[in-house]
């Protein structure tokens, strides 16, 4: 019955010209015939074609084209339409629909398949899967995949989808939980399938509650495998190493070349396994397989030893045998090497029969079949697939065989170790024992991994975790906050009352306005602080008299409590500061940075003022004293003694700008070193466990007693304890601090014992040489502090034997710029001690002496200045003398420097140049401005260079114009129009490979034309002057130019009759009757060579019966430049 009925139904469709079959052709009586016979067939026989459409990457994908698709679908379905016990009523047909191997282009190619087929057979792309899913579903079409990782729970949303294969992420934990690995890794290639592939996995792994610590892509670059690699050795406790890629053993080269390279990183040493996971989708044929590229590369070989292939098992009959059956029942073409297809035919071949038993499964419940149907049927059946049985279990879930197969160690062949229940979860041994690679394997993981009711950590329970993190976070929190409450009230008792209080108020302060801020006193009352003069209290002055007419004290009419943070009604500022006076002692205030809206002293720097204020204890005359901290709303202030009242009418001079004006010699800075001010103040600080680490020759000050002190000493402490961000210095504000300190921009803020005598010791550079920091040194202050940061070689300052006593150059040299380490420099003790040795054997030094030599000094210093400047003056005149020459000629320059008139010259026979470029405005018409100021500062920079060999002047450029004359304003009697012409070929030369840089395809071509005549020369106008030739020759050259022709030189008569008189071989060509503007009709010539004239010259171009545009060739210009010049001129055609 079932042949019978095969060879009629094969009739009925040879009857309605099936695609799939030759058209029928029969009798008259025949087709009668057959109309009665389908009057009588029951009415349960329907026949209509189920198309399923094929997804894949097949045209992009080489490998994958291996698995020739079209081949497998076709036997599918021919098997299909003969199995009776698959199909019963529908034609099963089949077309092949390509995937986009780029994940954007994938989706949008699928969203465009709805048409092509019944049911589909895919997607590869994981990435796509979710939208492939809703299409279908919204289709109501079945969408069948093997490569898809969606977990149950999309599968059941989705309505049409199901797995032809079962989960891959599911069978890899099947394994993973028999052998207790639980941290996995992940290496794609670089292909966007195999990314999504990893990404899909790692995401469907963690879902079954494992560790995927590393998803990496293997860069498609000479070290793309190694870094891949030395993330995952960089990672913790990675056991497992799936590979997304072709496998090696199919021709994957990605895969070979990362095993290659974990062989070479010792990678395979039992530490890993390798997982190809390309093996999952297919059945790798291993029963009696050699793969030759095994034997072929040993490293391969040696690397394949760390891996477990995990693929679907053919037990009965291996993927090659079937092949080879279907091709001797002439079911797929004999002319395809069996060898050489990839095993994913077979995962074609099934999922296609997996999909219409599904289809016949619906059909006989006595559904329609549609979409969401067929996905509810693919339940409790098994037939047989390619090579083995294909299976669908109560819950539709696809049931295939799984095997682990190995290497021994040193064959090319695969061997079976474990078969995989997928639905059991469990492993069995199927006669081989893996071989391990020096009989080691990876360590096992915590169970607690793959037990689902616990939370796993690193196999510790996750509660007790917490429970101590907990305890010990509270303990922490309350002994901090204790510690802290006990410790403010305890410095906020200390800021604010007794007798060593730090914080004062406006009312324990005295401000004093000095001499040299009388004229500004009633400027500054209504700016400072932030307040007008109405807010000012009364301010009551002492009677001016000899004693006290520098002073002014300003009293509250109302006094407020000592503890009150008074408004700081009013500032006087001398030079330095603001002059104030504390418990009897004058002092000035300085302002610290922060914040002034609302300033805060801080706990720390309260700390360090009193710090600050305690060394002070015995006073000293080489600093100036920092005693308290006032605050206010205009601000927080160090307040600082000003030691001697002088210094309050006479401001002290800085050392640095002391050495740079006056230019002392040695005798007057030895008596600054030789009573060692400088040390004697840096050893007082360092006796007190105090750091400068701010010490420059700007922080040394020099009083009108020639008494150097030290300053700013504890304004990094307190820039510390308030926290406030210190800006990043300038390199030249960095010569004083040392190397170790540069390296370092904690110790740098801070200070070191050793930095403040490498600091001294560049002081005593700057006093030796009287000049800047390594003023030797032709170098950026940028490049120094670099040098001098990040040695070899040393860069240190220099100083000559002659400039200073060796005894002091020594004592330099061994305090910093010479030594190489911090600790082989001295301390200030020593420093102190070497310093006797500065006088020289002198006793006594006598100032008046040293002022007096000083002047002298000084006197010969501003001549040595006064020659310089001449000298730079000369220089520059030489500069302006140079520049006016290149505008105007040489004669006329002197004439106008001087003041004289610059009469017109009238000369008898000059030879001028003109040529301008073809096209020009449409060039500029498709060009940018800038490009065409490119264009022509190119072009008229090679005519200037070729102008300069020549005895020729240059006259001017206007626009594309440019204008050269000979004869003038040097006569060289009828060597003008030889000059010309010879210039006009060396320019026509260089035109013919000149190319604009914005369109380098065009030819930049040019009009040149030549006339000889009198004409007269002279300066016009005194602001800009320009030097203008006049006369008929001027207009008449010009014509000759405008008359020309491209790549062409068009001479006049005169000029052709003085070429022809000097004999030098000029090649001459007539080019007829010429009609110039203004001049009628005349003969004109072609200049076209010279003998001895060998350069090429452009040949000029055939512009008759061309489209041009203002005598340029259309087909020349760049189709970007046409639409550019479509919208320049929108009513023209091109």
């Not at 149950?152 to 049409?160: F, I, K, N, S």
């Not at 030759?292 to 045998?321: C, G, H, M, W």
């Not at 003694?641 to 050495?659: I, V």
């Not at 060739?1113 to 929108?1130: C, G, S, V």
Request: glycine content about 6%; some cysteine; hydrophobic content about 40%.
């Amino acid at each position: 019955m079932i042949p019978a009925w095969c060879g009629f139904q094969s009739f009925l469709l040879q009857l309605s010209n099936h695609p799939r079959w030759s058209c029928y052709r029969g009798s008259r009586w025949q087709i009668l015939l057959v109309w009665l016979l389908l009057l009588c067939l029951p009415s349960c026989v329907h026949l209509a074609t189920f198309r399923v459409g094929v997804v894949g990457p097949w045209n992009c994908n080489f490998i994958y084209a291996q698995a020739y698709p079209e081949v497998a679908a076709k036997l599918a379905v021919a098997r299909i339409n003969k199995d009776s016990t698959v199909n019963q009523v529908y034609w099963f047909d089949y077309v092949l629909l390509n995937e986009e191997c780029q994940t954007s282009q994938a989706l949008l190619g699928f969203v465009n398949l709805e048409r092509y087929a019944s049911g589909f057979i895919g997607p590869v792309n994981p990435a796509i899967c979710e939208a492939a899913g809703w299409l279908g579903r919204a289709w109501n079409k079945a969408i069948f995949s093997w490569s898809c990782l969606s977990d149950d729970a999309a599968v059941e949303r989705y309505g049409t989808f199901a797995r032809a294969l079962p989960q891959s992420a599911a069978v890899i934990y099947t394994v993973l939980q028999h052998f207790q690995w639980a941290h996995v890794a992940i290496i794609t290639s670089e292909q966007h399938l195999w990314v999504e592939v990893g990404e899909a996995l790692a995401y469907a792994l963690r879902n079954f509650g494992l560790p995927v610590g590393v998803v990496t892509t293997m860069e498609n670059e000479p070290d793309g495998a190694k870094n891949a690699l030395c993330k995952i050795q960089n990672a913790d406790n990675i056991r497992v190493i799936v590979m997304c890629m072709h496998s090696a053993l199919l021709g994957g080269q990605e895969e070979t070349h990362l095993l290659e390279k974990a062989e070479e990183l010792d990678m395979i040493d039992g530490t890993y396994v390798f997982l190809p996971y390309d093996a999952l989708t297919y059945s790798m044929p291993y029963q009696q397989e050699t793969y030759t590229i095994l034997s072929e590369n040993s490293k391969l070989r040696r690397a394949y030893d760390a891996v477990l292939t995990l693929t679907i098992d053919s037990p009965e009959v291996s993927f090659r045998q079937a092949f080879r059956e279907a091709q001797e029942k002439r079911e797929i073409p004999v002319h395809i090497n069996a060898d050489q297809v990839h095993p994913l035919f077979g995962t074609i071949f099934n999922s296609i029969y997996f999909l219409a038993k599904a289809v016949d499964n619906t059909q006989k419940s006595g559904k329609w079949v549609m979409g969401s149907t067929v996905s509810k049927y693919t339940k409790d059946f098994e037939l047989q697939g390619f090579s083995q049985t294909l299976a669908a279990d109560e819950y539709g879930e696809a049931v295939l065989p799984y095997i682990i197969l190995d290497t021994d160690g040193k064959g090319n062949r695969l061997w079976p170790t474990y078969s995989v229940d997928v639905a059991a979860g469990t492993l069995r041994h199927s006669g081989h024992t893996v071989h391990w690679p020096h009989s080691s394997m990876p360590d096992e993981d915590s169970s607690c991994w793959f037990d689902s009711s616990y939370i796993c950590s690193g196999g510790l329970d996750a509660s007790y975790i917490v429970l101590l993190f907990v305890l010990v976070g509270l303990l922490v929190m309350l002994g901090v906050c204790l510690a802290l409450y006990i410790r403010r009230y305890i410095q906020h008792a200390q800021l604010m009352k007794g007798p060593n209080k730090m914080i004062l108020t406006m009312d324990d302060l005295t401000f004093i306005n000095t001499q040299s801020s009388k004229k500004k006193m009633d400027d500054s009352h209504s700016s400072v602080g932030g307040k007008s003069t109405v807010d000012l209290k009364s301010v009551k002055s002492i009677a001016a008299n000899a004693e006290n007419s520098n002073v002014a004290v300003m009293e509250a009419e109302e006094k407020q409590k000592a503890t009150s943070q008074v408004p700081l009604l009013l500032l006087l500022f001398n030079s330095q500061g603001i002059v104030a006076a504390v418990q009897g002692d004058w002092v000035w205030l300085e302002e610290i940075p922060g914040d002034t809206n609302t300033p805060e002293i801080r706990p720390a720097t309260t700390k360090t003022v009193f710090a600050s204020s305690r060394i002070y204890f015995f006073d000293t005359k080489t600093l100036n004293l920092f005693s308290w901290a006032s605050l206010s709303r205009a601000g927080i202030f160090a307040i600082v003694s000003r030691a001697l009242f002088s210094l309050l009418q006479e401001s002290p001079r800085r050392l640095s700008s002391l050495l740079e004006d006056m230019k002392l010699d040695w005798n007057v800075s030895r008596v600054i070193f030789a009573k060692l001010d400088l040390v004697k103040g840096m050893k007082y600080l360092h006796h007190r466990e105090v750091v400068h680490g701010r010490l420059k020759s700007r922080n040394c000050v020099v009083d009108g007693r020639f008494v150097l002190k030290v300053t700013d000493h504890g304004y990094n402490q307190l820039l510390e304890s308030q926290k406030i961000s210190r800006e990043i210095p300038k390199a030249k504000d960095r010569f004083w601090t040392a190397p170790e300190l540069l390296r370092d921009s904690s110790l740098e803020r801070k200070g070191t014992f050793k930095g403040d005598v490498y600091s001294i010791s560049i002081i005593m550079q700057e006093v030796i040489c009287r000049s800047s920091p390594y003023c030797m040194l032709d170098m950026a202050a940028e490049d120094i502090i670099h040098k001098v940061e990040k040695p070899p070689p040393l860069c240190r300052p220099s100083v000559s034997v002659d400039q200073a006593p060796m005894e002091c150059i020594q004592l330099m040299a061994g305090a910093g710029p010479g030594s190489r380490a911090a600790v082989y420099r001295p301390d200030f003790d020593q420093v102190g001690g070497h310093g006797c040795g500065v006088n020289l054997g002198q006793d006594k030094t006598n100032i008046i002496d040293s002022m007096l030599r000083m002047l002298e000094q000084y006197s010969s210093n501003l001549e040595d200045l006064i020659r310089e400047r001449t000298e730079e003056l000369e220089i520059e005149k030489q500069k302006t003398d140079k520049l006016l020459t290149q505008m105007l000629p040489p004669s006329v320059a002197e004439a106008l420097k001087t003041g004289a008139p610059v009469e017109p010259e009238y000369f008898e026979e000059v030879t001028l140049y003109f040529s301008d470029i073809v096209g020009f405005t449409t060039i500029s018409a498709m060009s940018e401005p800038i490009e065409v100021v490119d264009l022509l500062n190119d072009l008229y920079t090679l005519f200037d260079a070729i102008i300069g060999s020549h005895d020729v002047y240059k006259v001017e450029t206007i626009g594309d114009a440019y204008m050269v004359a000979s004869g003038l304003p040097k006569r060289n009697e009828n060597r003008h129009a030889a000059e010309i012409s010879n210039m006009s070929l060396d320019i026509l030369c260089a035109v013919g490979s000149f190319r604009m840089r914005h369109i380098p395809d065009l030819p930049v071509r040019i009009r040149i034309g030549l006339h000889s005549g009198p004409c007269v020369a002279g300066v016009v106008g005194l602001t800009m002057p320009r030097y203008c030739l006049f006369g008929d020759t001027v207009n008449t050259a010009s014509r000759m130019e405008s008359t020309g022709l491209p790549y062409r030189i068009h001479v006049n008569i005169r000029t052709v009759q003085i070429l022809q008189s000097l004999k030098e071989g000029y090649k001459l060509e007539l080019r007829g009757k010429t009609e110039l503007k203004g001049k009628g009709v005349e003969d004109t010539y072609w200049l076209i060579g010279r003998d001895g004239f060998n350069k090429p010259i452009p040949t000029p171009p055939d512009l008759l019966g061309l489209k041009s545009s203002h005598g340029i060739n259309m087909e020349e210009i760049p189709e970007d430049r046409k639409k550019k010049l479509q919208k320049a001129r929108p009513g023209q055609t091109f």
